[in-house]
């Protein structure tokens, strides 16, 4: 399994997320947080299995209940880097600046 990390702005997405879910329906929270972390794991067992869509970056649609939904991620010094976990109707590619931050704090 590969190593990785999160950039700090895509953690506080994910757990706006978290909250923004709860405040809808309980079991959309663990719904969501399985379906990120069956990704996650994915993602980190083979880096390569999602496809470069700008730059170095990969994009993981957490299909199907929550496809509207993405991570973004990329592969620093050989560990999974997760840059964004994003809503696909958001500013397109809002969170590229993440990809210099992350070379240097990872």
Do not use: S
Not at 4 to 18: F, G, M, R, T, Y
Request: glycine content about 4%; overall charge positive; hydrophobic content about 40%.
């Amino acid at each position: 399994m590969t190593e990785w990390n999160i950039h700090p702005a895509a953690q506080q997405e994910h757990d706006e997320l978290l909250l923004h879910f709860g405040g809808i329906e309980k079991e959309l929270v663990t719904a969501f947080e399985l379906r990120y972390l069956q990704y996650r794991h994915a993602i980190c067992e083979n880096p390569l299995l999602y496809n470069i869509r700008r730059k170095a970056v990969r994009r993981a649609n957490l299909n199907p209940r929550f496809g509207e939904y993405y991570i973004a991620y990329m592969i620093w010094r050989q560990k999974v880097v997760i840059l964004a976990v994003a809503h696909a109707k958001r500013r397109p590619y809002y969170w590229r600046k993440r990809i210099g931050e992350a070379k240097k704090l990872f």
